[in-house]
């Protein structure tokens, strides 16, 4: 379930494991701008969950975050850096189900 309102669980598009992405990477960036209370992602997928203590903290990464390049200090000829886009979500468990059963891929 998308939501086009703020709510305190995103999900990042191009922040996955499948993209050279490292949890410590995304956990390390994020809380700069909160309290994390979780971040999922799952194997050889090019997406991961972030969930903040509030909403305002989740509102405040969104804004500085979204649309920019990830530097993950890889070999740029294999793996190019990401450009982060973001989603808000209603809860990551729902999502999380949602892939599982191949709607998203």
């Given at each position: 379930?998308f939501?086009?309102?703020?709510?305190?669980?995103?999900v990042i598009?191009?922040?996955?494991?499948?993209?050279?992405?490292?949890?410590e990477q995304l956990?390390?960036?994020?809380?700069q701008?909160g309290?994390?209370?979780?971040?999922?992602?799952?194997?050889h997928?090019?997406?991961a969950?972030?969930s903040?203590?509030s909403i305002?903290?989740?509102?405040?990464a969104?804004?500085?975050?979204n649309?920019?390049?990830l530097?993950?200090?890889?070999?740029?000829a294999v793996?190019?850096d990401?450009?982060?886009?973001?989603l808000?979500i209603?809860?990551?468990?729902?999502?999380?189900?949602t892939?599982?059963?191949?709607i998203l891929?």
């Open positions: 379930m939501i086009s309102f703020c709510l305190q669980n995103l598009a191009n922040g996955g494991l499948s993209n050279g992405v490292q949890r956990w390390s960036l994020f809380a701008y309290s994390i209370t979780d971040i999922v992602m799952k194997p997928k090019p997406y969950f972030v903040f203590s305002d903290e989740a509102a405040s969104v804004n500085e975050l649309g920019k390049l530097s993950h200090g890889s070999d740029h793996s190019p990401p450009r982060l886009y973001m808000y209603a809860e990551c468990k729902f999502f999380l189900e892939v599982d059963i191949g891929m």
